[in-house]
T-cell receptor, first 117, second 113 residues
Framework: DTAVSQTPKYLVTQMGNDKSIKCEQN?????MYWYKQDSKKFLKIMFSYNNKELIINETVPNRFSPKSPDKAHLNLHINSLELGDSAVYFC????????????????FGPGTRLTVL | QKEVEQNSGPLSVPEGAIASLNCTYSDRGSQSFFWYRQYSGKSPELIMS????GDKEDGRFTAQLNKASQYVSLLIRDSQPSDSATYLCAGAYSGAGSYQLTFGKGTKLSVIP
């Protein structure tokens, strides 16, 4: 029943490791996003995907790579993890592109708390 | 630089009072604004969205938008302890056929029983 789901919920790993976080949405939405929320609770967009195409790529390190096998999934791969990568990562989805002044709700997953030791 | 500014608080109000949360934004091109509520350890959930100047009411919540002043607010009437959370203001910015949300840093609200 969960609209946007993420796995794992918690991820603890050593510096230098490579890890992945998976996201799935069953809402039939066209666009999916990855956000990072730091220890000060600041939520910042990292990537978004629409119909399997990357449409926004913020200035994040290229160690982070989003991969979308289909419209319902957007996974986040992180190579060579660093201490500063510790944060909560949220996946989100929305129905469609922004069009004029229309509103378009983003639905968030439960988050993945990543701790790099 | 598209920025959304919020007073980080904490904002404390007694139960039953009106809580007023404020937000300003820097980019006049932003079209839509959203208020999300985030409980500790949980994900953000949408409370209100607004894209026209004026007020929009939904139950105990009223969102206000003033594009000339680049100001967005959220009023919570008859505040309840269950309203205690961090409230995130976000502006939607369009570009290249898509949009993104830029979030403020959030205001922590505590409703005192």
């Amino acid at each position: 029943d969960t609209a946007v789901s993420q796995t794992p919920k918690y991820l603890v790993t050593q510096m230098g490791n490579d890890k992945s976080i998976k996201c799935e949405q069953n809402l039939g939405h066209d666009t999916m996003y990855w956000y990072k929320q730091d220890s000060k609770k600041f939520l910042k967009i990292m990537f978004s995907y629409n119909n399997k195409e990357l449409i926004i790529n913020e200035t994040v390190p290229n160690r982070f790579s989003p991969k979308s096998p289909d419209k319902a999934h957007l996974n986040l791969h992180i190579n060579s993890l660093e201490l500063g990568d510790s944060a909560v990562y949220f996946c989100a989805s929305s129905q469609d592109y922004f069009q004029g002044a229309s509103t378009d709700t983003q639905y968030f997953g439960p988050g993945t708390r990543l701790t790099v030791l | 630089q598209k920025e959304v500014e919020q007073n980080s608080g904490p904002l404390s109000v007694p139960e039953g009072a009106i809580a007023s949360l404020n937000c300003t934004y820097s980019d006049r091109g932003s079209q839509s604004f959203f208020w999300y509520r985030q409980y500790s350890g949980k994900s953000p959930e949408l409370i209100m969205s607004i894209y026209s100047n004026g007020d929009k009411e939904d139950g105990r919540f009223t969102a206000q938008l003033n594009k000339a002043s680049q100001y967005v607010s959220l009023l919570i009437r008859d505040s309840q302890p269950s309203d205690s959370a961090t409230y995130l203001c976000a502006g939607a910015y369009s570009g290249a056929g898509s949009y993104q949300l830029t979030f403020g840093k959030g205001t922590k609200l505590s409703v005192i029983p």
